[in-house]
């Protein structure tokens, strides 16, 4: 009987429309962002749990519309004056909710995947257990919204509700990690713990996932709300509403102190499996970690014409082009460890901007560039890149191609002037002490030292 009650639940409930919003919202927020996760599964699974910020509201307002229906039509004393319990009742219709919103989520989720099973060949396990957060907090979300639906059975109440939800788990988190600067804006203070009780994960770097150990206590915490939720819907005393917050209260009793402090920074861990360095032997080596195999193709050419041109002109130079293995600044908690570097005869580049597909995006001719100018910096932590440093390196790049600094979009007149000057005197110098001058900048540079550096650019600035 049960069963055929939850099918015509799923057929003619508000439950099918709530999936459909669900569905359609979540499948047009996720595809028309393809380029941040395309090739990348974990980068997937954190966007389906970004999207959280949007679906938690939907799947609040959806249950508050049903949780109203028995007052709509006015059977609530009707069906008080029945034998049969009320949690016998409300299964059913609660079940159709979970069985529509969670079917929904993981819909999206799939048809996102076809973006990344083309140029993907790493699958992370974590994957399945990030994706899996969001169907207790969705599950969770739908039960309190009937829950306040029933104990509230006004036409405003979803709307509110949707508002609600969107404010708590989109803006709270926010807020809580806006005074995570300190006041002369160079440390953070980390976001609290309880940020993590909201399901919504954003800002992970490529490399890394969300720790077990995170997703296990946030599941936790979810069941228990979803758990308070049902048994909401269900009470009819208020003996049985007291009762009914209990297991949310034990939830965040044994989650919150285990969660880490620092938000999103604070739960993710190094992947050591993406970080792992997949190469093309066909000439100059050159790799690519694990997690942005699919741009390998693609960097080829470029990085072996870059370390051709350094052969030609810098002693000692780069024999082979590694994309760097660190994890981006903003995404580490603790921005003083100091990171894994590779040797001196590698030229290490940073990630080409990848594309809706899940390739390297080469089109304006920016990667051959950069790669020039990566050789004349090297992996050394945090350092402060002042204004010298960056304009030294555009100077040494073009030493390399034989060709004046390149005009920069947005720069003053005489900014170039200044590169072009620096660029002329460089070049005006014997051959053979161009070469030991620029030899001695890049010993600096792997030593984590930009005086060399800097010293190419005239002492009297305009």
């Known amino acids: 009987m049960t069963g055929r009650i939850l099918r015509i639940e799923l057929r003619r409930s508000a439950a099918l429309g709530t999936a459909l919003l669900i569905l359609v919202t979540g499948a047009a927020l996720l595809l028309s962002s393809t380029q941040f996760f395309a090739g990348r599964w974990m980068q997937l699974a954190v966007m389906a749990r970004s999207l959280l910020m949007v679906l938690l509201p939907l799947a609040l307002a959806g249950g508050a519309w049903m949780g109203r229906r028995d007052a709509r039509h006015r059977v609530d004393e009707l069906f008080a004056s029945t034998v049969r319990p009320r949690w016998q009742r409300v299964i059913p219709t609660a079940g ?76 709270v988190p926010e807020l809580a990690s806006s005074p995570a600067m300190s006041t002369d804006l160079t440390q953070l203070r980390p976001e609290p713990a309880a940020v993590l009780l909201v399901p919504a994960i954003t800002g992970l770097d490529d490399f890394q996932t969300i720790a077990t150990r995170v997703s296990l206590l946030q599941t936790l915490w979810l069941v228990s709300l979803a758990v308070t939720g049902l048994l909401l819907l269900s009470a009819v005393r208020r003996r049985a509403i007291a009762f009914a917050v209990l297991p949310a209260v034990l939830g965040v009793a044994v989650a919150l102190p285990l969660l880490p402090v620092g938000g999103a920074r604070g739960a993710a861990v190094v992947d050591p499996v993406a970080i792992e360095l997949v190469c093309d032997n066909d000439g100059p080596q050159v790799c690519v970690t694990r997690a942005h195999a699919g741009v390998l193709p693609d960097v080829v050419g470029p990085a072996r014409q870059a370390l051709g041109i350094m052969a030609a002109k810098l002693p000692n130079a780069p024999v082979r082009a590694v994309e760097t293995q660190q994890v981006t600044y903003w995404a580490r908690l603790d921005r003083d460890t100091a990171p894994p570097r590779h040797s001196a005869d590698a030229l290490v580049f940073d990630t080409p901007t990848i594309d809706r597909l899940g390739r390297a995006d080469l089109s304006g001719d920016y990667f051959l560039p950069t790669l020039l100018e990566a050789v004349w910096q090297q992996e050394c932590g945090e350092q402060s890149v002042q204004g010298d440093v960056y304009r030294a390196r555009m100077v040494a790049a073009a030493w390399l191609t034989g060709r004046p600094p390149a005009p920069q979009h947005g720069w003053a007149p005489e900014e170039m002037a200044l590169l072009t000057s620096a660029y002329q005197a460089l070049v005006s110098l014997p051959e053979a002490e161009q070469r030991r001058r620029m030899a001695a900048v890049r010993e600096g540079v792997v030593a984590c030292q930009d005086d060399e550096l800097v010293a190419i650019l005239p002492k009297s600035r305009p």
């Open 96 to 171: 159709a909710l979970a069985v529509s919103v969670v079917t929904a989520y993981l819909l999206v989720f799939l048809m996102a995947a076809g973006w990344v099973v083309p140029t993907s060949n790493y699958f992370p396990s974590a994957t399945i257990l990030v994706v899996a957060v969001g169907v207790p907090a969705l599950i969770a979300a739908g039960w309190l919204g009937m829950a306040a639906g029933r104990a509230v059975p006004r036409v405003i109440t979803a709307p509110v509700l949707a508002v609600v939800g969107f404010i708590l788990v989109g803006l």
